[in-house]
């Protein structure tokens, strides 16, 4: 299967390339889909806006930024390239970071419960990543070595493992996963706990077929030493916190989407017109 052009249009004598509307489609639907889930968490549609709107400008500076960092030789030579995000370049795992730090502040001084709006944000965050991960494909990047298995992709004239569409489909997958296990979950931090201990599970295998991860003082694949971390902490976290929910009497009793009412006893209620 050969790689298309990474062009999709041309506007006014700008290419619009393909990555970028993908990456802007993900971003969309992640941000759409937890404003209408928003007060089955307490959290009217207008504040998750707010929310969402600084959170997805926090990870896009964080996931760029993450990926110069590893790559300061490239980049270094010419800065101006770190502005040429067209041409891809983001790391996932920057923009995790960021968009998680921008959301514990916002939270403190709009005084939400954290784990109660991580989880309801990071129910969708792998769907975005399924869309996002095709742009990977019109770039001719983040793809794996030499492979004869019959969905192997050609790029520069060698089949190679789709790396990219196997991160798609398992995000996809978890996806749907999230989405149902937030309409049942039991405890604040389960859904955004799931989320970090099943896509580091993937991430660590597919990160080993790639051929242009970032490295770590040049000798390990940054991306599986962090899923390696963040899949044991996960798991440590999750025991944790669901035995201390159930010690105290605290898991969460489900409510219908849509309704007004927070789901967590340590949140506040509020109406959908709220807003900051």
Not at 6 to 11: G, P, R
Not at 107 to 125: G, I, Q, T, Y
Request: proline share 4%.
């Amino acid at each position: 299967m050969p790689i298309p052009d990474k062009v999709a249009y041309t506007l006014f004598g700008i290419d619009v390339m393909w990555y970028g509307i993908l990456v802007a489609v993900g971003i969309g639907l992640s941000v759409a889909i937890p404003c209408y889930r928003a007060p089955k968490h307490g959290i009217s549609s207008d504040k998750c806006l707010n929310y969402a709107i600084i959170i997805v400008l926090a990870g896009i500076v964080g996931a760029r930024l993450y990926y110069v960092l590893f790559n300061l030789s490239y980049y270094g030579a010419d800065w101006v390239r770190i502005f040429r995000v067209r041409e891809g370049g983001l790391a996932i795992h920057g923009g995790l970071i960021f968009g998680i730090l921008a959301a514990l502040i916002l939270c403190r001084f709009w005084k939400d419960s954290p784990l109660n709006l991580m989880d309801l944000c990071f129910a969708s965050v792998p769907l975005g990543q399924a869309i996002g991960r095709w742009g990977n494909y019109f770039n001719s990047e983040a793809h794996g070595g030499p492979t004869d298995l019959p969905w192997a992709i050609t790029v520069d004239g060698m089949k190679v493992h789709p790396t990219f569409l196997y991160e798609s489909i398992w995000c996809f997958l978890l996806f749907l996963f999230l989405i149902r296990m937030d309409n049942r979950r039991k405890f604040s931090g389960q859904i955004v706990l799931l989320y970090a201990i099943l896509y580091s599970f993937e991430r660590f295998f597919v990160e080993g077929l790639r051929t242009d991860s970032l490295m770590l003082f040049g000798t390990f694949r940054q991306a599986q030493a962090l899923s390696l971390a963040v899949f044991i902490g996960g798991i440590i976290a999750y025991v944790i916190l669901y035995k201390r929910a159930k010690q105290r009497g605290n898991l969460i009793k489900n409510t219908p989407v849509g309704s007004d009412v927070a789901v967590n006893e340590n949140d506040s209620v509020e109406s959908p017109g709220d807003s900051v």
